[in-house]
């Protein structure tokens, strides 16, 4: 029997987040703010889903629009009071003005979430060297999972680089899950599940009415449907 599939639905607040985990969603990320493609939600949001849904949270870990770091003892204090609020997975990703990872902002801001599983997010896609930001955050304690599209342009631009670093898995540098997402559309899953991807995340996809509408249960269950079906 096959894997089942990992399907990530990003929830704003309850409402998205019971929708989704009735839809048949594995994780929620959890953001605010995604006219800047989705920013560090407030802890309460985080307390008040954390006890309305079962399935497991990554709350996103960023100040400002872009994948520069800005204030990193910010964020420390930001990931300390969302772990003070239930948090115990997180999303983050940092680069500096060279397109490479920021190792110093990223390594700080691990540190402070002590061994706490998070997903690098798709700032790997403006990187300037993707293959070597790979390589340079592989051992760092806690990343599981790189967030991609494969281009910065959406799956659409990306598909071909998804299949490739699929195909990689285990070498240095690609022993985490690839978690596809970023325009990412039913008619590419077949071919990505071909390829051995098993991780899906959606967004407007999961919002008939766009981003001002909520996560629709329905929705996210055709993604379900579609993922389960192989």
């Not at 409402?15 to 594995?26: I, M, T």
């Not at 979430?113 to 997903?119: F, Y």
């Amino acid at each position: 029997m096959s894997k089942r599939a990992v399907l990530e639905v990003i929830a704003l607040d309850v409402e998205d987040a019971v929708a989704a985990q009735a839809g048949g969603a594995d994780r929620l990320e959890l953001v605010t703010d995604m006219a800047a493609d989705g920013l560090s939600p407030a802890p309460a949001t985080v307390a008040r889903i954390r006890a309305a849904v079962d399935i497991d949270l990554r709350v996103m870990l960023r100040l400002a629009d872009g994948f520069a770091a800005g204030d990193v003892p910010r964020l420390v204090g930001v990931a300390a009071e969302l772990r003070e609020a239930g948090a115990d997975q997180f999303v983050l990703g940092f680069l500096d003005t060279d397109g490479g990872a920021d190792l110093s902002a990223v390594e700080r801001v691990v540190d402070a979430l002590d061994g706490c599983a998070w997903t690098f997010h798709r700032a790997i896609d403006r990187a300037a060297d993707r293959d070597a930001l790979r390589k340079q955050l592989a051992d760092l304690p806690g990343l599981d999972t790189f967030l991609t599209a494969g281009a910065a342009g959406g799956v659409d631009d990306g598909l071909p680089t998804l299949i490739a670093e699929a195909g990689r898995n285990g070498e240095p540098g690609y022993g985490q899950q690839v978690l596809v997402g970023g325009g990412l559309r039913l008619d590419h899953v077949p071919r990505l599940r071909t390829a051995g991807i098993d991780a899906f995340h959606i967004g407007g996809a999961a919002r008939p009415a766009g981003w001002a509408g909520a996560v629709s249960e329905g929705a996210v269950r055709e993604w379900r449907t579609a993922l389960d079906a192989g």
